[in-house]
């Protein structure tokens, strides 16, 4: 199977049913590119960099989250609505099956926080985080907490019309990605698939953005993106994690 057949292999809904359901709203997607051997050093054994034309990438994610819940509750007020903000590569585990790992998970709601690193193993990292729509403009702040960092400051609209990823071209490598890699604190390295309708997507103007996210990670950006895409809400179901062979 081929890396483009493998991620469309992916996007196929699981028959098992969902542990619960999120919509993510108001996405932006800045990528870097990176030498592989480089981001190949940071992963967890058992999954080997991602390429596209011989290149690695990183990407900055700031993104609402909206009507976070498990399957069997409805969405609550304040609990279910907050910002997140992550920084990421892409990989595939010893099976073939592509995905994403995090380095980070910056998010304005501490008890998702805790959840995610408690039960996911996620990097997930308290910040104050504020985001506001003056018509097609999204203005996005977050400052991690406990850190002496400056306020990541980002500022984008759309500026072309929706379009979904065409299969094999550098947006489909980069925002079709359906499963997440986590390590648990014992060294197992766990998978977790998500599903929804594959993203409607334009071209993004960036007025403000910033590298601080991918610093506090560890590495260092230079020059501007080599991709700045911002997409429409997307229903998603999430279903758990299994462990990786």
């Known amino acids: 199977m081929t890396s483009v057949e493998a991620q469309l292999a ?3 809904r699981p028959s098992s049913p969902p542990v619960g359901s999120q919509r993510w709203n108001d996405l932006l997607f800045l990528h870097w590119q990176m030498d592989p051997l480089i981001v190949q050093d940071t992963l967890p054994s058992g999954l080997t960099v991602d390429t596209f034309d011989g290149a690695a990438y990183l990407g900055i994610v700031p993104f609402l989250m909206q009507r976070v819940r498990p ?10 609505w907050f910002l997140e903000l992550n920084v990421r590569t892409y990989v595939h585990d010893a099976e073939g099956r592509p995905g994403v790992l995090f380095y980070s998970l910056d998010c304005n709601q501490p008890i ?3 959840v ?7 990097p997930y990292f308290h910040a104050r985080m504020t985001a506001m729509r003056e018509n ?13 960092s400056e306020t990541a400051h980002f500022s984008w609209r759309p500026i072309s019309d929706s379009r979904e990823a065409k299969v094999g071209s550098l ?6 990605r359906y499963f997440l890699f986590t390590q648990s604190r014992g060294g197992q390295l766990f ?9 409607q997507f334009r071209d993004a103007a960036v007025m403000q953005q910033s590298t601080i996210p991918a610093q506090q990670a560890g590495f260092t950006l230079t020059g501007p993106p080599v991709s700045a895409l911002c997409a429409s809400a997307v229903d998603v179901s999430i279903f758990p994690l299994k462990p990786c062979r």
């Not at 998978?191 to 993203?199: E, F, M, N, S, T």
């Open 171 to 176: 947006e489909f490598f980069l925002v079709e």
């Open 112 to 114: 998702a926080v805790w």
């Open 71 to 80: 399957r069997w509750l409805p969405p609550v007020p304040w609990l279910s």
């Open 116 to 122: 995610a690193r408690a039960a996911f193993s996620l």
């Open 136 to 148: 097609d403009r999204v203005d996005y702040t977050c400052l991690r907490s406990n850190t002496i």
């Open 10 to 12: 992916a996007r196929i």
């Open 191 to 199: 998978a977790g698939q998500v599903h929804h309708r594959p993203y």
